[in-house]
């Protein structure tokens, strides 16, 4: 654009180069984010047909009957890393901050010894004295003064001085103290990034440009002004004060002497313009308006993507009978499911999330249902599919009638360090490979069997996934064993403690029966955050 601009008055080019410093506080995620929360689509309405149901009952000593897999944890050595970039950028800015907050308590010094000039300048503007050693500038942002260095009227022409006084009004009526302020906090933010260097370059440079056009009179008298407070003051240009040396100024005495005055816009570009500005905000918004409510979540894009037209060819949702008459059992939600058809009974909004992404509960979080509602669903479909078919069947239907909106996010959140504990293990024999049958994936969960937990064909990984889920525990819980192989691993009595929460632990039963030990830490996990959900219409 500045290009394109080349010919026209600095002061267009310098307010579309604070444009793109601005920009940098406006991030376009931010703008896709409020085009998503705006839906033009309805949903449609599906009426209810009869469908079948193949029991899968829950079981009672777990959180959830949901099937699992070990654990998508993100290491802990790309997390940490994350936290010293963190550091390195918040070093960073507290330097950057340290460094202007201490040139700008200098000059609020320097304006606090300035003295009062004693005759009145033919400006509207408060003017003082200031130190032999410094440039003319304009101090203050809201109650700008223009401090002139001592013994500058005897030094100067009338003329010159004249010039030099035009040069700083110009600064005080563009506010170029208010906008440099501004650029400032650019780049105390992304002090790591060039292109904000390059930007405040760019900045002063028109900014002095602009001002000199504005200056009028003979061009020689105001060059020579420029050259005489550059030869008998200490040019010290600084970015929150507007004075008269900043910029090229070789460039500046040419353009001066030229007197080349920039062409006003013309209204192809003033439209060039007005267009550009309403792209740079438009865009981004009309992207997310375009993809709809849930426009900013990773994971339900993906869904969407993989979907396709994997849809339900009916589908039920109601409010739950059993969440309506509430007292004892209001809260329990059962999960049925066959090649044709999918019911899901008393659920809430995690339930649902955790069932159609396959993650456990703890990977999901956000508000729930409006006013804790919730809903029997009943679908089918129009012929057999498998079960990952019909998660990805349930994502749309969340997405179409629930309008539910998610993104991933990692987190760091407390879990448990599955350790061995000191003594060494006490697990039983590895399995050998030809004890393992042709299909020697473990079960989704364990078998209780007189009291007790069995465990079938577990790895490490596996087991502390199973661990994860019992009641007592429910927190993840990660392998760091470093153990290979896989056991029939049986925890004794490990029910019962479950049901008697005042007897031995489950953590005493782990490092007593396998020396095993769960350790309290904290890892990052990827999280399924809900944004936002809504009340669907029934049907």
């Given amino acids: 654009l500045t290009l394109t601009l080349r010919k026209n008055r600095a002061a267009v080019r310098y307010w579309v180069w604070l444009a793109a410093s601005v920009k940098f506080l406006i991030p376009f995620s931010l703008l896709i984010r409020i085009g998503s929360q705006f839906e033009w689509r309805s949903a449609p309405s599906i009426a209810l047909t009869r469908f079948a149901i193949v029991m899968n009952e829950a079981h009672q000593p777990f959180v959830a009957s949901t099937s699992i897999s070990a654990l998508s944890i993100g290491t802990r050595s790309s997390y940490y890393l994350q936290d010293i970039l963190m550091a390195v950028w918040f ?11 201490r040139l700008l308590l200098q000059l609020r010094a320097i304006r606090r010894r300035a003295i009062p000039l004693n005759f009145d300048l033919p400006i509207p503007v408060l003017s003082a004295s200031g130190p032999l050693r410094m440039e003319p500038g304009v101090f203050g942002i809201f109650r700008p003064v223009i401090i002139l260095p001592g013994g500058i009227i ?17 600064h005080v009526r563009r506010r170029d103290n208010l906008t440099a302020t501004i650029h400032m906090v650019v780049e105390v933010i992304f002090w790591f990034h060039p292109l904000v260097w390059w930007l405040c370059a760019r900045l002063v440079e028109e900014r002095e440009r602009a001002c000199d056009e504005e200056v009028t009179g003979d061009p020689q008298v105001f060059a020579e002004a420029i050259l005489h407070v550059c030869r008998l003051y200490t040019a010290t240009p600084v970015t929150c004060v507007s004075g008269v040396t900043g910029a090229s100024l070789t460039r500046r005495v040419e353009a001066i002497m030229a007197n080349r005055r920039g062409e006003c816009l013309t209204r192809v570009r003033k439209f060039l313009l007005s267009g550009a500005g309403f792209a740079a905000l438009a865009g981004p918004i009309a992207i997310g308006l375009t993809a709809g409510p849930g426009a900013t979540s990773l994971a339900l894009a993906q869904a969407q993507t993989e979907s396709g037209a994997a849809t339900f ?16 059992g209001s809260k329990r939600s059962k999960i049925e499911y066959a090649s044709k058809s999918l019911s ?32 029997d669903i009943v679908a089918r479909t129009e012929g057999p599919v498998p079960v990952s078919q019909l998660r990805l069947m349930l994502r749309s239907l969340l997405n179409t009638r629930f309008h539910l909106a998610l993104r991933q996010e990692k987190k760091m959140i407390p879990v448990y360090d599955l350790v061995v504990a000191k003594g060494g293990s006490k697990l039983p024999p590895r399995k050998a490979e030809s004890e393992l049958p042709a299909d020697h ?29 019992l009641r007592g525990i429910e927190t993840p819980v990660i392998d760091q064993t470093h ?6 691993i049986t925890l004794k009595s490990a029910a019962n403690a479950i049901l008697r929460p005042d007897g031995v632990s489950l953590f005493t039963l782990v490092q007593e029966q396998l020396g095993l030990r769960l350790v309290s830490a904290k890892a990052p996990m990827e999280m399924f955050v809900i944004e936002r959900v809504s009340r669907p219409s029934e049907n």
């Fill in 154 to 170: 005897e030094r100067l022409a009338p003329a010159q001085l004249d010039a030099v006084l035009a040069h700083e009004l110009c």
């Fill in 441 to 469: 994936a473990a079960e989704s969960l364990p078998r209780v069997q007189d009291g007790g937990f069995v465990f079938h064909n577990a790895s490490m990984a596996g087991f502390a996934a199973k661990l994860s889920m």
């Fill in 344 to 375: 899901m009974w008393n659920v809430d909004l995690s339930d649902c999330v955790q069932w159609a992404w396959d993650v456990p509960f703890f990977r999901v979080s956000g508000p729930d249902f409006p006013d804790g509602e919730r809903y």
């Fill in 91 to 101: 070093c960073g800015a507290v330097l950057g901050l340290a460094y202007w907050v």
């Fill in 483 to 488: 153990i290979d192989g896989v056991y029939d």
């Fill in 313 to 328: 060819e009916a589908a039920s949702v109601k409010p739950a009978a059993l969440w309506k008459a509430g007292g004892e």
